[in-house]
């Protein structure tokens, strides 16, 4: 079976508003389609800008999401949702905000945690869902997929289903010009790292390919310009589309190695995603190179990194946005790094995909390479 033969399938979001002002569009789409108690999920610094998305109705806003939500925040998210029945839910953030969102839609019916974890195991969805991204990173508006952490075991743990995907997205670049250099830098990066390592992926399909090539050109493009004036539409705009095309790059074909790195430094060292991710890209798109060297020479050229010392430059263009690319810069010390690699090499729904095989004493180089 050749690639172009073999089936796949795409879920997109049921409507889609993009562009300046689209924020309230959501408002819109809510009034016309009835809903008379909405729920907004989103964070304390976000809470000031939901009257943004002019929403109708009784509107109750739940702003305790935290930057890496817990189990423990899904209840108390979930508790919110009993108390005021929405019949629309709203996910007004990152993507932590978005995939919490998600989760409050399938879990109020019954289900508990445990039972929908994996694919295609939720059985209903209570309420409409909205998604509205203030970041441009991790696609989440996108997907059939969240990702909490559970308390118990330290690990993120992963849903995937139909009933996840968003009713309405609206994307408003005017919402992420107030983001810092510093995230926007991160959050970009792991936008791009999703369609790389869905590009190099063992599942890597050729219709994915083309959402992947573009959004890493959208971000070689416009990433630059954000972090050195955030208030550019343009490229706000751009990461907004490089971040929905990584999000589109999930569904079918997933992330590897480089999410599987970086998960133990968000969930154990308290990283934000999108710079655990920054900071293992370059170390594991080298690693990858001698097995997909076309795939790599194409991303190269794209981000006009050099092939003959690539690691070097491609931890140099994250460098020079302004990134902490050191995990001994950012509160990692050596002692961790043993149980994180063999953590990270146990995460087999995504290393199992990657284009090369990767030991726990790989993993742990890698690790000791970004300390």
């Given at each position: 079976?050749?690639?172009?033969?073999?089936?796949?399938?795409?879920?997109?979001?049921?409507?889609?508003?993009?562009?300046?002002?689209?924020?309230?569009?959501?408002?819109?789409?809510?009034?016309?389609?009835?809903?008379?108690?909405?729920?907004?999920?989103?964070?304390?610094?976000?809470?000031?800008?939901?009257?943004?998305?002019?929403?109708?109705?009784?509107?109750?806003?739940?702003?305790?999401?935290?930057?890496?939500?817990?189990?423990?925040?899904?209840?108390?998210?979930?508790?919110?949702?009993?108390?005021?029945?929405?019949?629309?839910?709203?996910?007004?953030?990152?993507?932590?905000?978005?995939?919490?969102?998600?989760?409050?839609?399938?879990?109020?019916?019954?289900?508990?945690?445990?039972?929908?974890?994996?694919?295609?195991?939720?059985?209903?969805?209570?309420?409409?869902?909205?998604?509205?991204?203030?970041?441009?990173?991790?696609?989440?508006?996108?997907?059939?997929?969240?990702?909490?952490?559970?308390?118990?075991?330290?690990?993120?743990?992963?849903?995937?289903?139909?009933?996840?995907?968003?009713?309405?997205?609206?994307?408003?670049?005017?919402?992420?010009?107030?983001?810092?250099?510093?995230?926007?830098?991160?959050?970009?990066i792991d936008a791009m790292a999703h369609c790389v390592e869905a590009y190099t992926s063992r599942?890597?399909?050729?219709?994915?390919?083309?959402?992947?090539?573009?959004?890493?050109?959208?971000?070689?493009?416009?990433?630059?310009?954000?972090v050195a004036d955030g208030s550019d539409a343009e490229a706000r705009a751009g990461l907004l589309?490089?971040?929905?095309?990584g999000g589109i790059c999930l569904g079918p074909v997933n992330t590897a190695a480089g999410h599987?790195?970086?998960?133990?430094?968000?969930?154990?060292?308290?990283?934000?995603?999108?710079?655990?991710?920054?900071?293992?890209?370059?170390?594991?798109?080298?690693?990858?190179?001698?097995?997909?060297?076309?795939?790599?020479?194409?991303?190269?050229?794209?981000?006009?990194?050099?092939?003959?010392?690539?690691?070097?430059?491609?931890?140099?263009?994250?460098?020079?946005?302004?990134?902490?690319?050191?995990?001994?810069?950012?509160?990692?010390?050596?002692?961790?790094?043993?149980?994180?690699?063999?953590?990270?090499?146990?995460?087999?729904?995504?290393?199992?995909?990657?284009?090369?095989?990767?030991?726990?004493?790989?993993?742990?180089?890698?690790?000791?390479?970004?300390?």
């Open positions: 079976m050749t690639d172009l033969s073999r089936p796949l399938r795409i879920h997109q979001p049921r409507r889609v508003e993009f562009g300046l002002g689209t924020a309230a569009e959501v408002g819109s789409w809510a009034r016309a389609e009835g809903f008379a108690r909405i729920l907004v999920l989103t964070q304390n610094s976000m809470a000031g800008r939901v009257a943004a998305l002019e929403l109708p109705g009784a509107v109750t806003v739940f702003a305790g999401v935290k930057p890496e939500p817990d189990t423990d925040n899904l209840a108390l998210a979930l508790a919110a949702a009993r108390g005021s029945q929405p019949d629309l839910v709203v996910g007004f953030g990152g993507g932590s905000v978005m995939d919490l969102a998600k989760l409050v839609t399938v879990l109020r019916g019954g289900q508990v945690l445990a039972e929908i974890i994996g694919p295609n195991r939720v059985t209903a969805r209570q309420n409409a869902l909205a998604l509205v991204p203030t970041t441009a990173g991790t696609g989440s508006e996108a997907g059939i997929r969240a990702l909490v952490t559970d308390v118990t075991t330290g690990m993120k743990v992963a849903v995937e289903s139909p009933f996840l995907l968003a009713d309405m997205v609206a994307m408003d670049p005017g919402l992420t010009m107030t983001l810092p250099p510093a995230v926007t830098a991160a959050t970009g599942r890597a399909h050729r219709l994915i390919d083309a959402y992947a090539l573009m959004g890493i050109d959208l971000v070689a493009r416009h990433l630059p310009r954000a589309l490089a971040a929905y095309y599987a790195l970086a998960y133990p430094l968000g969930t154990r060292l308290k990283l934000p995603h999108g710079l655990a991710n920054a900071i293992i890209f370059p170390h594991v798109l080298a690693f990858n190179a001698p097995v997909v060297p076309e795939k790599t020479a194409r991303i190269a050229g794209l981000l006009g990194l050099e092939m003959g010392d690539l690691l070097a430059s491609a931890h140099g263009w994250c460098a020079a946005l302004g990134v902490k690319m050191r995990l001994s810069e950012n509160g990692a010390t050596d002692a961790q790094l043993v149980s994180w690699a063999a953590e990270a090499h146990g995460i087999r729904r995504l290393m199992d995909f990657n284009p090369r095989d990767m030991s726990v004493a790989e993993v742990e180089a890698i690790y000791r390479a970004a300390f």
